[in-house]
């Protein structure tokens, strides 16, 4: 039973991150296309601020928030009316620390609109990031799956309303971001409060429990965070903003097809609440070996479609992106390894293993970024990205036989029942 529920939620997860990668494609195609390079790097850079702040400033609550109903220390609802308090610290923090930090910015291409939209988002994304962490620990799959494709599909038609119809260019972008999100918080918080009878007690014990957990995890965030958008500052910084929308697009483009195959849910649920934690082990390691092989076969097929699909989607004018793709797919490849593990020891609350391998992948990552980019540009943060990610994954698949003892014959032999999954998966898409 406990192999089909993990079976069942892995289809289940896997078909809202099919959905969510096809709304992603127009939304792409609508950005480059309208914003164009330079535009396209703007908008990206300026998101990236507000992003980096609300993962440190969040304090890790959802991966604190799935750990603590998984294990059923305190009730839902305790937990909901401490997430409250906490959230009100967490976004003021964000807000106050973003701001500052595009105040002494003071870039020419980046006026007070924008900071204010981009700042505007902080909570709503905060709410969305608590909520979907609640219906995780929960075990809701099917109330989480709806936060990955509103979102994204809210955001495509206030895109063609903003940038198609009334022509806003990127402040166009950045309202579309701003109240798609927005939507999906205020639904948040309808399903919370029709599903919870919970109250505004501040209950000091929890608050700091929640806290203390989640700061390693917040540490690994950061960490991770930094991992994927620090080759884009330093692109920013010893290039210029047009390399910084090439890159940008081509890491969006490549990171697409392994969303249906990212089911951190799945595995942080399972593992936080599991009762039968040997087969959990297997079943886990069986689907990293599976993805792998699929994800192999993506990327070489990828590799000789981009340059037709691209130009074709995109535009002729990020025709130089075409080679970032190509470049960082083996990046991608391993991205689904550690993806996978990241997620298992969030749910079986060793945030400890998480900071040991992000700190020594992140400053290889720094390193190398610093010495490939003045040479190579975007090429040089994809070779960057494609030798840190590898070695975060390494580091990850040891710590992981070494904490589940999976003799390490298991991780590199293949037989039938590891792709009984993927035979199941397709059943359901074609039946």
């Keep these: 039973m406990a192999r089909r529920k993990f079976t069942t939620d892995i289809i289940s997860v896997s078909g809202s991150n099919v959905l969510n990668t096809l709304l992603q494609i127009p939304v792409g195609i609508l950005l480059a296309r309208v914003l164009g390079p330079e535009g396209n790097g703007i908008y990206n850079y300026i998101l990236v601020v507000p992003g980096i702040i609300s993962m440190i400033s969040r304090?890790?609550?959802?991966?604190?928030?799935?750990?603590?109903?998984?294990?059923?220390?305190?009730?839902?609802?305790?937990?909901?009316?401490?997430?409250?308090?906490?959230?009100?610290?967490t976004s003021s923090l964000s807000i106050i620390i973003t701001g500052g930090i595009y105040f002494f910015m003071n870039r020419e291409d980046m006026?007070?609109?924008?900071?204010?939209?981009?700042?505007?988002?902080?909570?709503?994304?905060?709410?969305?990031?608590?909520?979907?962490?609640?219906?995780?620990?929960?075990?809701?799959?099917?109330?989480?799956?709806?936060?990955?494709?509103?979102?994204?599909?809210?955001?495509?038609l206030l895109l063609i309303i903003f940038?198609?119809?009334?022509?806003?260019?990127?402040?166009?972008?950045?309202?579309?971001?701003?109240?798609?999100?927005?939507?999906?918080?205020i639904y948040a918080l309808k399903l919370l409060k029709k599903e919870y009878n919970f109250n505004l007690q501040m209950k000091i014990?929890?608050?700091?429990?929640?806290?203390?957990?989640?700061?390693?995890?917040?540490?690994?965030g950061i960490l991770m965070k930094l991992h994927y958008r620090i080759d884009v500052i330093?692109?920013?910084?010893?290039?210029?903003?047009?390399?910084?929308g090439y890159y940008t697009l081509a890491t969006r483009f490549a990171e697409k097809w392994n969303g249906p195959l990212t089911v951190s849910a799945v595995?942080?649920?399972?593992?936080?609440?599991?009762?039968?934690f040997n087969l959990l082990k297997y079943n886990i390691l069986r689907w990293i070996k599976v993805t792998f092989v699929l994800s192999l076969f993506a990327c070489i097929v990828l590799y000789?479609?981009?340059?037709?699909?691209?130009?074709?989607?995109?535009?002729?004018?990020?025709?130089?992106?075409?080679?970032?793709?190509?470049?960082?797919?083996?990046?991608?490849?391993?991205?689904?390894?550690y993806k996978a593990l990241m997620s298992y020891f969030t749910g079986s609350g060793r945030p400890y293993i998480l900071v040991i391998s992000c700190s020594i992948s992140l400053i290889i990552n720094i390193i190398l970024n610093l010495i490939l980019i003045p040479k190579n540009g975007g090429i040089g943060a994809a070779w960057a990205t494609n030798i840190?990610?590898?070695?975060?994954?390494?580091?990850m698949l040891i710590f992981f036989g070494i904490s589940t003892k999976i003799p390490f014959k298991d991780f590199i032999t293949y037989s039938q029942n590891d792709f009984k999954v993927v035979k199941k998966i397709l059943k359901n898409i074609f039946r």
Excluded: H
């Design 388 to 395: 840190s990610y590898a070695i975060l994954a390494i580091i």
């Design 304 to 337: 000789f479609l981009i340059p037709y699909l691209l130009p074709i989607m995109y535009g002729e004018n990020f025709i130089p992106s075409i080679v970032m793709v190509q470049a960082i797919l083996p990046g991608i490849l391993m991205m689904v390894v």
């Design 205 to 220: 014990k929890i608050i700091l429990e929640m806290v203390k957990m989640g700061f390693s995890f917040t540490l690994a």
């Design 163 to 185: 940038l198609l119809i009334l022509k806003w260019s990127i402040i166009g972008a950045l309202l579309a971001y701003l109240f798609a999100n927005m939507l999906m918080a």
């Design 111 to 156: 006026n007070f609109s924008m900071a204010l939209i981009a700042i505007c988002s902080i909570p709503v994304n905060i709410i969305i990031n608590y909520a979907s962490g609640i219906f995780i620990g929960s075990d809701q799959i099917k109330k989480y799956n709806v936060f990955q494709w509103i979102p994204t599909f809210s955001n495509l």
């Design 234 to 244: 330093l692109l920013e910084r010893l290039t210029d903003m047009e390399e910084v």
């Design 267 to 276: 595995i942080s649920s399972r593992v936080a609440i599991s009762e039968d």
């Design 59 to 89: 304090l890790g609550m959802k991966r604190s928030t799935i750990y603590y109903i998984g294990k059923k220390t305190f009730s839902q609802e305790e937990l909901i009316s401490a997430l409250t308090y906490i959230f009100i610290f």
